[in-house]
């Protein structure tokens, strides 16, 4: 952490083949999250659609010579504030990495350091089975990085807020030890890899919580004949979460997608989306994000089937902010778009 900001990344590093293919997967996934894609120069929304067209136009690959470099501007929908950077790139055949994050502000945005991290956190969950990395991790890059030798050699001498063990380092360091590991949650990874998520949150409430967590851990390491460095918690003073800005549950971006798959076609070629959003049950923040991603699946599947000009929703409870959306998608669209409240 520098005195101007602090950085926090999602990195995942020396992956044995990162086409083409899966970077689209990739950076489209993230789009499902609610990060939304900037053109570099423009500065106007990428189009989710057609993706794979815009990287090839727009950005400079070889992937077949191992030396390439993909990226945008990208900001959380829900947290505008916030202007990072999603990509990958390949250094060469054998070194390469994807990576999400943004560089904050303290003096403006340090609010907004926590919301950040947790958006992160089941988005990069949600990747790691695409990009298969030998390591992969969250944290502040500044304070906490692992470069690529030390990757390809196994190297475990730094503790990050999240860890993606894969199951090279499984197998090189064992189950036993990194299971062992206090930290908040330990899981297994689809490939057999480990999962560990140091603490709830990537910022201390105070520095003698940051202080004892690195102590227990470090001391863990210690009685196992090992020397790690603990990255996290962080303590970041007057970082608190104002209301509004309260984590999203991680599965909220799941339900949304699967919500907004299924179209019904009427009789007379109308696309209905029958949808229920318990909004009852969310905080601000949630409510935010699902607007977002319903005004932004409507948009995306109107591109797809641009022939289409009659549209109805059926919700039920339509809010009066996500009126307003879809009324302004249905002008810019030129399509007829009707919605009804079902209760």
């Known amino acids: 952490m520098s005195r101007e900001g602090f950085d926090v990344t999602v990195y995942f590093r020396q992956i044995e083949s990162l086409a083409l293919d899966q970077v689209v997967q990739a950076i489209t996934t993230a789009a499902d999250h609610g990060l939304e894609l900037y053109f570099t120069i423009r500065r106007e929304p990428v189009p989710r659609h057609d993706l794979k067209r815009v990287i090839l136009e727009e950005k400079f690959l070889k992937f077949e010579s191992g030396r390439w470099d993909v990226g945008f501007p990208a900001s959380p929908a829900h947290l505008k504030p ?17 990576h999400i994050g943004a560089f904050l502000l303290l003096q403006s945005d340090r609010h907004l350091l926590e919301p950040f991290a947790q958006f992160l956190l089941p988005l990069a969950r949600r990747l790691y089975p695409i990009i298969q990395p030998k390591l992969g991790w969250i944290d502040n890059p500044w304070r906490c990085d692992y470069d690529f030798g030390e990757i390809d050699k196994l190297r475990f001498s730094r503790l ?3 860890t993606f063990f894969s199951p090279a380092y499984v197998a090189h360091y064992g189950e036993k030890l990194l299971r062992g590991i206090p930290a908040y949650r330990i899981a297994s990874l689809p490939d057999g890899g480990v999962f560990v998520q140091l603490t709830r949150n990537l910022l201390a409430s105070s520095q003698g919580e940051m202080r004892r967590v690195r102590k227990e851990v470090r001391e863990y390491f210690a009685a196992q004949g090992m020397k790690v460095r603990v990255c996290a918690p962080y303590y970041v003073p007057k970082a608190l979460i104002p209301p509004g800005l309260e984590p999203v549950h991680p599965e909220l971006h799941d339900y949304l997608r699967q919500t907004m798959r299924t179209t019904l076609v009427l009789k007379d070629g109308t696309r209905l989306k029958v949808l229920y959003i318990p909004w009852e049950q969310m905080n601000t ?14 948009y995306e599947e109107m591109k797809r089937h641009g022939e289409v000009k009659s549209w109805r929703v059926e919700i039920n409870e339509m809010p009066a902010e996500l009126v307003w959306m879809l009324e302004e998608l249905a002008r810019k669209e030129g399509v007829k778009l009707e919605w009804v409240e079902t209760g």
């Open 285 to 298: 923040t949630e409510k935010c994000v699902a607007i977002t991603a319903i005004r932004n699946g409507l």
């Open 160 to 162: 990050p807020w999240v």
């Open 82 to 98: 916030i202007l990072g950077t999603i990509g990958a790139r390949g250094i060469s055949v054998s070194d390469n990495e994807f």
